[in-house]
C-alpha cells in the first residue's frame, strides 16, 4: 500500500547467484529475490479523465508524463533541448509512474499477468532516430519489475509536443486477474 | 436511430435543481433529466476501413475527425494558424463523430457501459502545451453523455500532421454489453 | 511454415470469374481462390519487447517498420525526402511484417477472425496532407488478404519522427480464435 509522498515496492529481480529465478507460472515470486524500486505517488490527472480503467482482463492506463505530482521533471525535445540520455530518464519516470498507477488501482502488482502493450511517445525535433533506445528504459523497467515472461509488445514513435512542453509520455495497457 | 443528414439525441446532463442523478448501476437514464445534444450524420471512412468494430464487449472506433461528411471544418495547426479555442471546438466536432459512429453502430448509446480509452491527437506547431484544456473539449462531453461514473483514460499528444491537414483527431474505445 | 529468409504463403483473392468467393463464417478459405504473396521472415525486435502478446482472443502486434531484418528499405520523411507513392511501399512492407510476425505467433492466419484496429504512422514535414491514400497501401493488403469482411478501424497520423529514420510503421490488434 503506498502511504505518504514517496513510498518502495519491491520487486524480483536476480537471485544471490545472479540468475534469473525459474519460476512455474502462476507461482508467485520470492521475497528473497525482490529487488527495490522507489516509485513516485500514484498520479493524478492533469484533465477530465482518470488514471486506470479496467474492463475484463484487461487494465487501459492513461498516458503517463516524466511529473511528479503535476511539475515537470523534464521539459524539451528530445534532438533540441535534451539529448538521448535525458529522455531515458524522462522515460523511466514516466513509467514509474504507470506502476504507481496501477499498483493503486489493483492494490498489488501481483495481479499483472502480461504486460500487452506499450507506446512510448517521444517528443523529438530534426534528426533523433534513437528512440527505441531510450524507449528501453520503460521496457527494461517493466522487466525487472514483472519478469521478462511478461514482455509486451512495443510502439514507440517520435512527437511533435506533449503536455506542458515534457519530452516523454508512457502508454500502458496490462492483462490483470479477473 | 438517425433521420436524415442531422438530427438529435439525449442525454443525461443534470436535474432540474443543478445536481447530477444519482443511478444504481445498471439503471436506465431518466429522460426528464435529458440534455440535447447535435450530432452529425454518422462519419463515413476515408479510406479503405470502417467506423467501427466490435469484439466481446469492446467497440473499437475508428480516428474521428473535425469534419462533417468528408469536409474539414477546420484546418490547420495549434500554435501557428489556430489558437487553444479553435482547437477546442474541433475536437468537440470530432467527439461528436465518435458520438454519431457509436449510436449508428449500436443503435443507442444506452449499450455503452463505460468509455475505455480517448487518446486525443492534436496537430501542433512549436511551443504549443495546452494539450489538456484542449482534450477537455472531448473528455467534458463523454462526462456529460455518458455520466462521470463511466470516464475514459486518456492520451493526448501533439502530431506533425493530420488527414487533410485537420488540427484535430479523437479515438476512442467503449466498452459495450455483450 | 516460414522457412529460409523469404516465403510465400497463399491468400484468397478472387474466384476465376473476377468475383469474390462468398464463404460462410467460419469456412476456410478455398486454396484454388488463393493469390500468392511474398512476406519477409518474421521480424525481430528492435529493443527489449517482443513482437506479438495473445490476450483473450486480442493479439496485439508490435509497431512494425518498412525494415528487412533490422535494415531500413526506406528513410526520409513524407513531403521532404519522400513522396506519397514511397510512402504507400514502405506501409506495405511494414504491413507484409505485420502478417509475418502475427503468422509466426498463429502458425497460420486461418485463425484470425478480424482485423480490429489498424494504426498507420507516417513520418511527414510540413503540408503533407495525404495520409489517407498512403494508409490504404496498408487497408487494401490486409483486405486482400483476410477478406472485405474482416476490414478494421483505423487511425492514421502525421509523426515527427520514427526509429531510425523511417518514414512508416504500422500497428495492428487482430481478433483470433481462442
Given at each position: 500500500m503506498l502511504r505518504g509522498r514517496c513510498c518502495t515496492w519491491t520487486v524480483v529481480r536476480t537471485q544471490e547467484n545472479g540468475k534469473r529465478?525459474?519460476?512455474?507460472?502462476?507461482?508467485?515470486r520470492a521475497p528473497a529475490a525482490r529487488a527495490r524500486?522507489?516509485?513516485?505517488?500514484p498520479p493524478?490527472?492533469?484533465g477530465a479523465y482518470v488514471e486506470a480503467v479496467q474492463t475484463g482482463n484487461l487494465l487501459f492506463l492513461s498516458g503517463m508524463l516524466p511529473a511528479i505530482g503535476h511539475e515537470p521533471k523534464f521539459v524539451g525535445r528530445l534532438g533540441k533541448e535534451l539529448d538521448a540520455n535525458a529522455g531515458r530518464e524522462a522515460v523511466r519516470i514516466a513509467a514509474?509512474?504507470?506502476?504507481?498507477?496501477?499498483?493503486?488501482?489493483?492494490?498489488?502488482?501481483?495481479?499483472?499477468t502480461r504486460v500487452v502493450r506499450l507506446c512510448v511517445y517521444l517528443a523529438t525535433e530534426g534528426d533523433f532516430f534513437d528512440q527505441p533506445r531510450v524507449a528501453d528504459a520503460a521496457s527494461e523497467l517493466f522487466r525487472d519489475v514483472f519478469g521478462e515472461d511478461k514482455t509486451s509488445v512495443r510502439m514507440v514513435l517520435g512527437v511533435a509536443s506533449l503536455p506542458l512542453g515534457m519530452p516523454a509520455a508512457v502508454e500502458v495497457i496490462l492483462e490483470v486477474e479477473a
Open positions: 529465478q525459474g519460476r512455474a507460472a502462476g507461482q508467485r524500486h522507489r516509485t513516485p505517488p493524478t490527472p492533469f514509474l509512474n504507470v506502476l504507481s498507477a496501477a499498483r493503486h488501482k489493483l492494490r498489488s502488482l501481483d495481479n499483472v
